[in-house]
C-alpha cells in the first residue's frame, strides 16, 4: 500500500504534492521500486567499508532476477557527512516559541517574542534549559537580551561533562560573554544551555554573534566526500559489467572481483557514495 496524496502538502510522506508535482520521497521510492522488476525476489548480502571498520546509517536491499542479474539499492540515509545539514547553524533565539526549551521548578510563558520565567512557589530559582550546536570560530560572542528581573539570573553550559558558568548575578539589560576566553572546543560542538533565575524574569533572546573586528571567511561550499562501502553478492553466474547510478546523474561502470566460496559465486564491488545509489549487476 502506499500513501500519494492523502493529508496534503502538510503530510511529510506523500509522494505528489496537492498540485501534482513530484515530492523527494517519490524519488525514493522509484528507486526501490526497480528491485520488484523483472520478477525480483529478496537477496542477502553483506556490506563493510573498506578497511573493515564498522559501518554506521547505511542501508542495502538487493534483488535477484531471473535472467541472473541483481540490483541493489545503497543508501547512506542517516550518514551525517552526507548531509547538507552537517553544517551547524546559529542557535540564537528569539523565543518566538519555546519549541526544544523546557523549565523546570516553575513555569516558561512565551508571548510577543519575551519568555516569562516564573519560580513555582517555595522553590529558590526557576530552570530553563535547550541545546544546540555552537562554533566559535563563527560565533564566538553571547548575548542574552533580559527585559526585566526581580532576582538575579545566571547562564549555565555543558558539553563533554563539563560544565562552564559564562553570566551570573546579572540583571536587566544585555549581558555580553566572550565565550572563547570561557569554553575549550575545537570545532562545533553540541551544547546545553541553562538559565536560572531567581525571580520573574523576562528574556527577550539569546543570540550568538560574530566576533565584528574578526569577522570568520564565509563558509566554504558544501559538497559530500564520497563514502566507499564494499558490497559481497551471492550471484548465480558471473556478470559482464556492474554500473552505478544516482538520481539524476548518468550511470558509472565499476570494477568488481569474483570470488569463489562454499560452492557459491560473490562479487565483490567497491562503492563510493555521496548519496542514495542503485546499483545493477549485468
Known amino acids: 500500500m502506499n500513501v500519494f496524496n492523502a493529508g496534503g ?19 525514493v521510492f522509484a528507486d526501490y521500486l526497480k528491485l520488484a522488476e523483472n520478477q525480483g525476489r529478496r537477496l542477502d548480502v553483506a556490506m563493510t567499508s573498506p578497511d573493515g571498520a564498522p559501518l554506521q546509517g547505511v542501508y542495502v536491499a538487493a534483488a535477484t532476477h531471473p535472467d541472473g542479474s541483481v ?25 518566538s516559541n519555546l519549541s526544544g526549551w523546557h523549565s523546570f521548578y516553575g513555569t516558561a510563558k512565551a508571548a510577543g517574542g519575551v519568555v516569562t520565567l516564573t519560580p513555582d512557589a ?9 541545546s544546540g550546536w555552537i562554533d566559535l570560530k563563527r560565533w564566538p560572542l553571547l548575548d542574552l537580551d533580559v527585559s526585566d528581573a526581580a532576582g538575579d539570573v545566571q547562564l549555565e553550559m555543558k558539553y563533554a561533562g563539563k560544565s562552564v558558568m559564562v553570566l551570573q548575578k546579572v540583571g536587566k539589560g544585555v549581558h555580553r560573554a566572550d565565550l572563547r576566553s570561557l569554553l575549550e572546543l575545537k570545532g562545533p560542538t553540541h551544547v546545553d544551555f541553562t538559565i536560572r533565575a531567581t525571580g520573574v524574569t523576562k528574556i527577550n533572546a539569546l ?3 560574530p566576533d565584528p573586528a574578526n569577522p570568520p571567511p564565509p563558509p566554504a561550499p558544501w559538497a559530500p566526500k564520497p563514502l566507499p562501502v564494499v558490497l559481497s553478492l551471492p550471484v548465480s553466474r558471473g ?12 550511470w558509472q561502470l565499476l570494477p568488481f572481483e569474483l570470488h569463489q566460496g562454499d560452492g557459491q559465486l560473490w562479487v565483490r564491488i567497491t562503492v563510493p557514495l555521496t548519496g542514495r545509489t542503485v546499483v545493477t549487476l549485468h
Open 71 to 95: 540490483t541493489a539499492v545503497v543508501n547512506p540515509a542517516e550518514v551525517a557527512s552526507l548531509q547538507p545539514s552537517a553544517e551547524p547553524t546559529n542557535p540564537s533565539t528569539d523565543f
Open 9 to 27: 502538502d502538510a503530510f511529510a510522506y506523500g509522494l505528489f504534492d496537492q498540485a501534482g508535482k513530484p515530492r523527494p520521497a517519490y524519488a
Open 239 to 250: 556478470p559482464t559489467e556492474v554500473r552505478a547510478g544516482q538520481q539524476g546523474q548518468p
Open 207 to 209: 543570540r550568538f554573534q
Open 122 to 130: 517555595g522553590k529558590p530559582y526557576v530552570g530553563f534549559n535547550g
